[in-house]
């Protein structure tokens, strides 16, 4: 897309509705109570926003500083479920993107990166000791939202060859490979469902599709670092069990080919899922989010097949009115903004140019969303991601933050 000077008025108004984290705060129409140190739905993920505006407007840098200090207004947590999306390490996000290449912040950074780092290596050994025992992970171990592909993702944007970048990568191989008497179920398979509901409630577990909170997310993450050149011992069979994961439960659709969101024991064992069919094309579980990282996956090993396979994917869901129709709200998470976003991040790898023919359209129903939708603080639900995707589209240009890392988009 071309620099679009409607939609940089649209991000100007949602981000003056923004400007005072006091009043914006206060005034919340979200269900959930905002969380200073919260990149999902706090002080720590609107500052993003003013990082990434400030950076081409630097008088802006005065809103910036403001929520970034707002996100520490209280003490610092770094408790053991710390993640990206929580506490210190969100701090340590968005103060790596408020840094960029000058000299600020670099104490707090300093100090942030020690206690993430500290977090990360306890979350490790806690992960290698539940493998060793031979039990079931949660999801909560492992993906982007709440877990150590979160982390990793942190790590790798923040220091790509850091050891302890390897070692992250080092655990997700180890989470590909099946547990012993695992019953040929993948090592990523949850005994819990989709949102932690426990085994009585769940008989068998789940295996988990999504980029937020499944076995994509990891998939990204090793695409991404072994396209940077960051590589760990059986880093490309990691993906490779991923990949013939996601073949063999890949459905073909008149729009093109679609994944589940999850599957349970039942569908496991009957090599058959009960979804119909491609539901909301969503970033968080639908098929763009698991298309944009089998398509990392196909750039960083050379499968030019899959590339094909996945592109076609999310092409197709991109042009499918069915399918669009299913997007009811403008968030980042499971709305417009988010597929936006991926779509964008996809068509600047994409092998054909009809992804990008598709972008206007997609910005179209996103202003369109966001007309009747409540203004609120969150990232992922809420104006602030909204306001994200649209600078991204308005600008042309990728964020100069590197704010879509957390998304794992690039």
Same mark, same amino acid.
């Given at each position: 897309m071309h620099p679009d000077p409607s939609l940089l008025a649209l991000v100007d108004d949602i981000a003056a509705g923004l400007h005072d984290p006091d009043t914006a705060l206060a005034t919340d129409a979200s269900t959930h109570?905002?969380?200073p140190q919260s990149l999902a739905n706090g002080?720590?993920?609107?500052?993003?926003?003013?990082?990434?505006?400030?950076?081409t407007q630097p008088d802006l840098w005065g809103t910036a500083h403001a929520w970034l200090f707002a996100a520490t207004s209280v003490d610092l947590h770094a408790s053991p479920a710390a993640s990206l999306f929580f506490d210190v390490p969100a701090l340590a996000f968005v103060t790596h993107a408020a840094a960029g290449d000058t000299g600020r912040y670099q104490r707090a950074l300093t100090q942030l990166d020690t206690a993430t780092e500290q977090l990360t290596r306890a979350r490790l050994?806690?992960?290698?000791a539940r493998i060793d025992c031979g039990d079931r992970p949660a999801l909560s171990e492992f993906d982007l939202i709440r877990g150590l592909t979160g982390l990793g993702a942190y790590h790798l944007h923040r220091a790509p060859h850091a050891e302890v970048t390897a070692a992250v990568l080092a655990y997700l191989v180890r989470l590909t490979e099946p547990l012993p008497g695992g019953d040929g179920l993948p090592g990523w398979w949850t005994d819990h469902g989709p949102t932690g509901q426990p085994p009585a409630e769940y008989p #068998?577990?789940?295996?988990?599709?999504?980029? &937020?909170?499944?076995? %994509? =997310?990891?998939? +990204?993450?090793?695409a991404l670092a072994l396209r940077r050149g960051v590589v760990v011992d059986g880093h490309r069979?990691?993906?490779?069990r991923i990949c013939a994961w996601l073949d063999a439960w890949q459905h073909d659709h008149p729009s093109g080919p679609w994944w589940p969101r999850t599957i349970t024991l039942d569908e496991a064992r009957a090599g058959h899922c009960n979804q119909i069919g491609p539901l909301q094309?969503?970033?968080?579980?639908?098929?763009? #989010?698991?298309?944009?990282?089998?398509?990392? &996956?196909?750039?960083? %090993? =050379?499968?030019? +097949?899959?590339?094909?396979?996945?592109?076609t994917a999310l092409l197709g869901c991109l042009t499918d009115p069915g399918q669009l129709a299913?997007?009811?709200?403008?968030?980042?998470?499971?709305?417009?903004?988010g597929l936006l976003q991926t779509a964008w991040g996809a068509t600047g790898d994409?092998?054909?140019?009809?992804?990008?023919?598709?972008?206007?359209?997609?910005?179209?129903?996103?202003?369109?969303?966001?007309?009747?939708?409540?203004?609120?603080?969150?990232?992922?639900?809420g104006s602030t991601g909204v306001a994200l995707a649209l600078h991204t589209a308005a600008t042309g240009t990728a964020p100069r933050s590197g704010w879509d890392a957390c998304l794992l988009l690039a």
């Open positions: 109570r905002p969380r002080a720590a993920g609107v500052a993003l926003l003013h990082i990434e505006r400030a950076l050994a806690a992960a290698h #068998g577990g789940h295996g988990n599709f999504g980029m &937020a909170h499944g076995i %994509t =997310g990891p998939l +990204a993450l090793l069979q990691a993906i490779g094309p969503s970033w968080c579980y639908g098929t763009p #989010g698991i298309a944009r990282a089998q398509q990392l &996956a196909a750039i960083a %090993t =050379g499968d030019t +097949a899959r590339q094909c396979t996945t592109e299913r997007i009811i709200d403008p968030s980042l998470c499971h709305g417009a903004a994409a092998t054909t140019s009809e992804l990008s023919a598709c972008l206007p359209h997609l910005a179209g129903l996103l202003v369109e969303q966001l007309q009747t939708a409540p203004r609120s603080v969150g990232l992922l639900e």
